[in-house]
């Protein structure tokens, strides 16, 4: 196994930017990218009003983008990280691509996965949750508050 030449910080921040990207075009800003040993191989952002696709979420996007640059729908030895709790939708497709791990930023309280009383991750996946998660929250809440004005 290659030895990590970047920090799970590195890679959030990487989102970060994609998050950015999504809050520019209006959408909410979430962002996701995957690693593969070290190297990103996915990054998207939330497109969900662009594509009018209530499916069109960041994870979903950098998931597709992932499969198709590994030749394969498994996203074995792959990290996400993502600047926000996947939803239910986005967690159940993460559990069938059988990722290695995931990489939160900002938690969901509302719509996040984790409120879910049964286990929705694949069991191999592993979790780590608070990376960036204040500059995930800023994001998101300086978002909803240009909304509201």
Not at 81 to 91: K, S
Request: with cysteine; net charge positive.
């Amino acid at each position: 196994m290659t030895p990590a030449l970047f920090s799970d910080d590195h890679f959030m921040t990487e989102a970060l930017q994609q998050a950015k990207k999504a809050s520019d075009a209006g959408e909410i800003p979430v962002g996701a990218v995957i690693a593969c040993r070290n190297r990103i191989i996915a990054k998207a952002f939330n497109q969900t009003e662009r594509l009018n696709d209530v499916t069109a979420h960041a994870e979903m996007l950098a998931i597709t983008a992932a499969t198709q640059y590994l030749g394969g729908k498994y996203l074995i030895d792959c990290t996400l990280y993502v600047t926000l709790e996947p939803c239910l939708m986005c967690a159940g497709a993460l559990y069938w691509s059988q990722i290695d791990r995931i990489v939160i930023g900002a938690p969901d309280p509302k719509r996040g996965f984790s409120r879910i009383q049964s286990p929705v991750l694949h069991p191999k996946t592993k979790l780590m949750t608070g990376v960036l998660a204040a500059e995930s929250q800023v994001l998101l809440t300086k978002f909803f508050q240009r909304l509201r004005t």
